[in-house]
């Protein structure tokens, strides 16, 4: 299982609801960029993939579930995001396609939209017609920044997790292990990147004014 950041609240409601078998049909992760928001939906798709896992949060990382979901080609779980500035209808065609046949390796198939509030007027629409019938044994995850900028259609039938910017510690922490750089550099970037691991991970220490 990859390392999570923070965001323990909000495993623990997801965790709950996978073990009481209680999954709704539908999230949206809303949050800042580069908090975490995509991780804890690929964590999600990882723990209903893995072939050890007992009906909870976590994966074993060995299995042929958990090695096919971190490689991207598990065949129940399935990702749409912006092709170019948008996404378009005919990803979400393909999706709606994907989803008529039942799930192959896992108990259910999970679709992950990331940046769903990039998806055209036409794409949007077609999701909600999925969203209002959605298929047997499958769940969706909508991820976004901009939650503002999807259909209230589609956020009511969406059950919303919330995720808030990461501490600058938290950050800093981990930054100054993944870039190699000093204690005091790392809490210079976390500061500047507003609790955003996404940012703390690429930004230029020679832009950060002192």
């Given at each position: 299982m990859k390392q999570i950041i923070g965001h323990k609240s909000q495993i623990e409601q997801l965790r709950k609801a996978i073990e009481s078998k209680r999954l709704p049909n539908a999230y949206l992760f809303v949050g800042p960029k580069g908090v975490g928001k995509r991780l804890v939906a690929d964590c999600l798709a990882l723990s209903l993939a893995c072939l050890n896992n007992k009906g909870t949060w976590g994966a074993c990382g060995e299995c042929a579930?958990?090695?096919?979901?971190?490689?991207?080609?598990?065949?129940?779980?399935?990702?749409?995001?912006?092709?170019?500035?948008?996404?378009?209808?005919?990803?979400?065609?393909?999706?709606?396609?994907?989803?008529?046949?039942?799930?192959?390796?896992?108990?259910?198939?999970?679709?992950?939209?990331?940046?769903?509030?990039?998806?055209?007027?036409?794409?949007?629409?077609?999701?909600?017609?999925?969203?209002?019938?959605?298929?047997?044994?499958?769940?969706?995850?909508?991820?976004?920044?901009?939650?503002?900028?999807?259909?209230?259609?589609?956020?009511?039938?969406?059950?919303?997790?919330?995720?808030?910017?990461?501490r600058d510690g938290d950050v800093a922490k981990h930054i100054a292990k993944g870039r190699g750089i000093s204690e005091m550099d790392a809490m210079r970037v976390a500061r500047f990147a507003g609790g955003s691991l996404g940012i703390a991970m690429t930004v230029d220490i020679d832009f950060i004014d002192e």
């Open positions: 579930g958990c090695i096919k979901s971190t490689n991207g080609n598990h065949p129940d779980q399935l990702l749409v995001e912006p092709s170019g500035e948008n996404i378009k209808i005919d990803q979400i065609r393909e999706l709606q396609s994907d989803l008529r046949f039942h799930s192959m390796e896992s108990a259910k198939k999970i679709a992950i939209v990331d940046d769903a509030d990039r998806m055209t007027e036409s794409a949007s629409n077609s999701l909600l017609k999925v969203l209002e019938e959605p298929p047997e044994s499958t769940h969706f995850v909508l991820v976004s920044s901009m939650s503002h900028g999807l259909l209230p259609t589609i956020r009511s039938r969406s059950q919303a997790i919330s995720f808030s910017p990461l």
